[in-house]
T-cell receptor
Framework: NAGVTQTPKFRILKIGQSMTLQCAQD?????MYWYRQDPGMGLKLIYY???????DKGEVPNGYNVSRSTTEDFPLRLELAAPSQTSVYFC???????????FGEGSRLTVL | RKEVEQDPGPFNVPEGATVAFNCTYS??????FFWYRQDCRKEPKLLMS???SGNEDGRFTAQLNRASQYISLLIRDSKLSDSATYLC????????????FGTGTSLTVIP
């Protein structure tokens, strides 16, 4: 029972590099989310999707892009990485009636 | 103004103590409410949903006051294993089913 799977778990990037954080869920959830969590802070919404082909910006979208070509996958793209993007990134999903958010284990990104 | 506000603590309590966490939310259109638990460097996990009538799950009791836009969590007979950060979460279905998180309240239960 995989749930929400995120890769990679850890990554170090140099300033200006790009990368994609992968997220996949096997629960047939239509809602998916990307959050970032800085030390001692709550989770801030980067982007979310209400279904395949539909994405929208959250509170802190600058410097990121997403796509949702399938129900299962919701990758987060970082272009031109900056030190301010050093954070822990969580992907989450939920169904239309459950109300509960299911999280991946997180991806810890450091930009040097 | 933040969507969800919590006292960050930290709360340091002895084993067996009762501790209460509070949370306020700003959007009166909020529809669903939750408490999540987050252990150090781990993903948040659902502790319990919060209903208008109040609800209890073992040693945990959650209350919602819609008029005051206030949510609470009471933990009785604290255990060492309760040490974690507790996140207050509010859901607005009319904005793409978004979930808004408080910054979390840190609890350490001391032997």
């Amino acid at each position: 029972n995989a749930g929400v799977t995120q890769t990679p778990k850890f990554r170090i990037l140099k300033i200006g590099q790009s990368m994609t954080l992968q997220c996949a869920q096997d629960m047939n959830h239509n809602y998916m989310y990307w959050y970032r969590q800085d030390p001692g802070m709550g989770l801030k919404l980067i982007y979310y999707s209400v279904g395949a082909g539909i994405t929208d910006k959250g509170e802190v979208p600058n410097g990121y892009n997403v796509s949702r070509s399938t129900t299962e996958d919701f990758p987060l793209r970082l272009e031109l990485a900056a030190p301010s993007q050093t954070s822990v990134y969580f992907c989450a999903s939920t169904g239309p009636y459950t109300g509960e958010l299911f999280f991946g284990e997180g991806s810890r990104l450091t930009v040097l | 103004r933040k969507e969800v506000e919590q006292d960050p603590g930290p709360f340091n309590v002895p084993e067996g103590a009762t501790v209460a966490f509070n949370c306020t939310y700003s959007n009166s259109a909020s529809q669903s409410f939750f408490w999540y638990r987050q252990d150090c460097r781990k993903e948040p996990k659902l502790l319990m949903s919060v209903y208008s009538s109040g609800n209890e799950d073992g040693r945990f009791t959650a209350q919602l006051n819609r008029a005051s836009q206030y949510i609470s969590l009471l933990i009785r007979d604290s255990k060492l294993s309760d040490s974690a950060t507790y996140l207050c979460v509010v859901n607005l279905r009319n904005t793409g089913n978004q979930f808004y998180f408080g910054t979390g309240t840190s609890l350490t239960v001391i032997p």
